[in-house]
């Protein structure tokens, strides 16, 4: 299998969204708004930094349901036919 690209990634990131939607509105609703970092070695960085909706640091991963992203990891997988691990930032 070849590395997977963040332009590969993000070109396809409402099917994945979408196929997560199906499944669960909110797991949906958890990272329809992540913005990709990056893709490297079988990772893809995201993060919720927005400078528009907050004014100083936020930090709500540890608020997320792990069942959300490991829905997230298998639609990834689904979408591009190889795992990604996700890690937020």
């Known amino acids: 299998m070849s590395e997977l690209s963040i332009a590969e990634v993000k070109s ?5 969204l979408d196929a997560v939607l199906e499944v669960d509105r909110i797991a949906w609703l958890a ?6 970092v990056a893709v490297d070695s ?6 919720f930094s927005d400078a528009q909706k907050f004014g100083g640091d936020h930090d709500f991963s540890m608020a997320r349901n792990p069942r959300h992203l490991m ?10 036919e190889e ?3 996700v890690l937020e930032v």
């Open 12 to 16: 396809r990131w409402n099917e994945v």
């Open 31 to 36: 990272f329809f708004d992540a913005r990709i």
């Open 42 to 47: 079988g990772v893809l960085t995201i993060n």
């Open 71 to 80: 829905l997230l990891q298998a639609k990834i997988e689904e979408v591009f």
């Open 83 to 85: 795992p990604l691990e």
